[in-house]
């Protein structure tokens, strides 16, 4: 069966990944046949017409999937109102069933314009060939039939105004269900939550990642740079147990006696399944053995507002006898250097395979300069064992961050990463400079001041 999908407009190149994720979590698969060849140009539209076996995958879509708005049985579409109706025509076996007493309804609306009560009537008296004898019910319907014209530039057959438009297409269908997991969006807001700092993610991007992760009752995640938790409550949600840790402890613990992230973790009801959190660097880590965890999900510090850190001294000698000044009453703060992108990229992958069961998905940002990223970017990245899933960009303009699906697909058991000398053997076959090198640099020396301008 064919459904008509109708997206919200944002983060479009998140939706493909989105739904395969949510569909191999629930074991059933996806039919793009349509859009064979023509996937990047489709995922730009808010309307998709894909193959589910059941109507039932339909409901787990929309029940999961952060961003669908409704879900329709396919009937028809065209380029014109003539073609719909014929299309439709030829459909009558999908919708004949509820012409003889099932109540009913119809919806119109318009991607790109506004279309007047008096042109929906119009629309609506077109379908008068398909003899429903229900009764019309405008609040509760047992069937409601969905009208969805699309503009692009121009202006609306009625005259009407609208955002760019001139009329393209107009689809036919049968609402199954509206997408329930967008209001997920409102619980997550970082404004309500109890404990939140500058770099907290928002909430449709914390929960696209969690996902991205396949988090589901049982399974355990690691967000190895926690910061103030946003990650950790989506994915906990979900159903799955969480232990995070950073290089800073006070970005998890807060100013209160209970730590932060828990505090808001109660919020939500699923401090319980916060299992512990830890402060160390991950190039330092305590993990004597590895191939335990379903999901890796983070958001590295990559400098926009607040630099990535690492265990060491500066190179800089008098940063280096500044941080070796006794402070007396004061607790000793080990000194940390700073950690460039590219190579904390790679420590995170190292990490991630190591820690990983087979299967088990790395979920993280990376940010790129967009006049600079390449598709080799991401090939430095990678390791053996690993193959990228998914690669998705948020776009900023002059930069972007890009949202990296990654999973371990080796059975072989990997030894603890000595991340150093691991890179040091990776960099010297591969010359390619990514785009995320030294990112922190870039931002503020220059894209930034030219958006300034």
Known sequence: MEYLF?????????????????????????GFDRYANVLDNAIKRPFMILMLD???????????????KSVHEFYAEGASYEMLHEQNSRARLQWERYIPDTSFKFFVLGYNSTISQRR????????????FLGKIEMKNPEVTLTVFEEYESGRAP???????????????????????????????????????????MEAEISLLMANQTLASPG???????????SMAYTTAYFGAFVYGSDI???????????????RAASQYGVASRIMDL??????????????????????????????????????????????????????????????????????????????????????FFLPTVSAEYAPPDINTVLCEGMELVANSLQDFGSWGRRLITIKKI????????????????????????????????????????????
């Open 248 to 262: 800073d402890g006070r970005q998890m613990r807060g100013k209160d006696k209970t730590p932060g992230i828990i």
């Open 278 to 363: 830890c402060t160390f660097d991950v190039t330092n880590h305590p993990w004597r053995c590895g191939s335990f965890f379903d999901a890796i999900i983070t958001d590295p510090p990559y400098g926009v507002r607040a630099g990535a850190k690492r265990l060491g001294r500066k190179k800089n000698r008098e940063d280096r006898l500044q941080s070796a000044i006794p402070r007396p009453n004061e607790p000793y703060i080990p000194p940390t250097k700073p950690y460039e992108l590219s190579q904390l990229v790679t420590d995170l992958v190292l990490l991630a395979r190591y820690l990983l069961r087979p299967g088990g998905r790395l979920v």
């Open 158 to 200: 009625d005259g009407g105004l609208h955002k760019n438009g001139e009329f393209t297409q107009v689809y036919f269908g049968r609402l199954v269900v509206h997408g329930t997991a967008r209001s997920l969006m409102g619980t997550f807001d970082v404004k309500k939550r109890q404990y939140f700092g500058n770099t907290s």
């Open 6 to 30: 109708v997206f919200a407009q944002s983060h479009e190149e998140f939706r493909v990944p989105e739904l395969s994720s949510i569909s191999e979590l629930h074991g059933f698969t996806i």
């Open 410 to 453: 080796a059975h072989a058991e990997y030894l603890p990463p000595s991340f150093d000398s691991i890179r040091e053997a990776e960099e010297s076959r591969d010359t390619h400079v990514p785009a995320h090198k030294d990112f922190r640099e870039k931002y503020f020396q220059g894209f930034k001041r030219d958006n300034e301008r």
């Open 54 to 68: 059941k109507e039932e995958h339909a409901h787990i879509l929309a029940q999961r999937c952060i961003l669908i």
């Open 120 to 131: 929906q009537r119009q629309i609506i008296e077109s379908f008068a060939y398909m003899d």
């Open 219 to 229: 399974k355990l995640i690691y967000d190895p740079f926690i910061g103030t938790g």
